[in-house]
């Protein structure tokens, strides 16, 4: 198992120091991060956490899926590898 968690349905008011210390309650956290909507600035709602060891990241898969933060239940599962998007041309030309 990778030591990278998604971690989604997180309230947008969610910071990166908050998604640590909940981590944290797990293991060592290596890094935390939230994606953010590049054009608003504001939060996508997931975000990613690197836990130190398998042990620790299967730990805060199994405490932390489904917990309740901030009134949502977050979704915490093992990191998927970013799949390739097909090029979408914006200016087609027919």
């Not at 008011?13 to 909507?37: C, P, Q, R």
């Not at 398998?54 to 933060?69: R, S, T, V």
Request: proline share 4%.
């Amino acid at each position: 198992m990778e030591k990278k968690l998604y971690v989604g349905n997180l309230p947008y008011e969610t910071s990166e120091d908050n998604l640590k210390e909940l981590f944290s309650e797990a293991g060592t956290v290596e890094s935390a991060a939230i994606i953010m909507d590049k054009f608003s600035g504001r939060s996508k709602g997931f975000g990613f956490v690197e836990m130190s060891t398998e042990e620790e990241a299967q730990k805060a898969i199994d405490d932390l899926n489904g917990k309740e933060l901030e009134g949502r239940g977050i979704i915490v599962n093992e990191a998927r590898p970013m799949e390739k998007k097909p090029f979408r041309d914006s200016n087609p030309t027919e």
